[in-house]
């Protein structure tokens, strides 16, 4: 069983930070991509930023510059840092991490329950 939670949401002024933090435990190995996503109601959920084990991060468009994603290989964690916040977003972040297979080309896609962000005055 894999279990993977997020931490650090939170109710926070415009211009201010806030950092998420998510950790994946239980049964997981070959850990390959770990991002955040994010959702707001009536909307799809986009995504914020990705780390993969090899090559480059990549970040949504509306977050280059303020976010920045960092993980740690020994711990299975992935944090978020995020930097002058916007009321735009408010939203719920969800962590993902993806593990490879022993089968080439199958992959596993896992997801914490979500935590908050709201920002506010």
């Known amino acids: 069983q894999v279990q993977v939670v997020e931490s650090g949401g939170g109710l926070v002024q415009p211009g201010g930070s806030l950092r998420l933090s998510c950790a994946a435990s239980g049964s997981i190995f070959n850990i390959d991509v770990m991002g955040w996503y994010r959702q707001t109601p009536g909307k799809q959920r986009e995504l914020v930023a990705l780390i993969p084990s090899e090559g480059n991060t990549r970040y949504g468009d509306s977050v280059k510059g303020r976010f920045t994603i960092s993980r740690d290989n020994a711990k299975n964690t992935v944090d978020l840092q995020m930097n002058s916040l916007k009321p735009e977003d408010t939203a719920v972040y969800y962590c993902?991490?993806?593990?490879?297979?022993?089968?080439?080309?199958?992959?596993?896609?896992?997801w914490g329950q979500g935590t908050q962000v709201t920002v506010s005055s």
């Open positions: 993902n991490v993806q593990s490879r297979a022993a089968v080439p080309g199958v992959r596993y896609d896992y």
